[in-house]
């Protein structure tokens, strides 16, 4: 039921910033984490951030503490992850996700970083 598209993507070079956006669907009343995930070429998905509900829990991956930055607004239904000093082994694609009890993902968006 919930429908989560992401956008901002692009490509930058090593040292640069983007910003990542997912415009959240869904009903009202209904609360769950928000995060971002990204799969490199030819490793695993990975969690990169996670933020709860009301904002007071995030968690980060260690290879992304101190230059991404994760938000959301649930007023307007969205969740954002601020990306700065970008490296090279950033470069993935990066999915939106919503722990719902089953799970909810974006199709992906692109993100790549030239060194």
């Known amino acids: 039921q919930v429908q989560l598209v992401e956008s901002g993507g692009g490509s930058v070079q090593a040292g640069e910033s983007l910003r990542l956006s997912c415009a959240v669907s869904?009903?009202?009343?209904?609360?769950?984490?928000l995060g971002w995930y990204r799969r490199a070429p030819g490793k695993e998905r990975e969690v990169v951030a996670i933020?709860?509900?009301?904002?007071?829990?995030?968690i980060y991956a260690d290879s992304v503490k101190g230059r991404f930055t994760v938000s959301r607004d649930n007023t307007k239904k969205t969740v954002t992850l601020q990306m700065n000093r970008l490296k090279a082994e950033d470069t993935a694609i990066y999915y939106c996700?919503?722990?719902?009890?089953?799970?909810?993902w974006g199709p992906g968006i692109q993100v790549t970083v030239s060194s």
């Open positions: 996700y919503a722990d719902t009890q089953q799970g909810a």
């Open positions: 869904d009903r009202p009343g209904r609360v769950y984490d």
């Open positions: 933020i709860s509900w009301t904002g007071d829990r995030i």
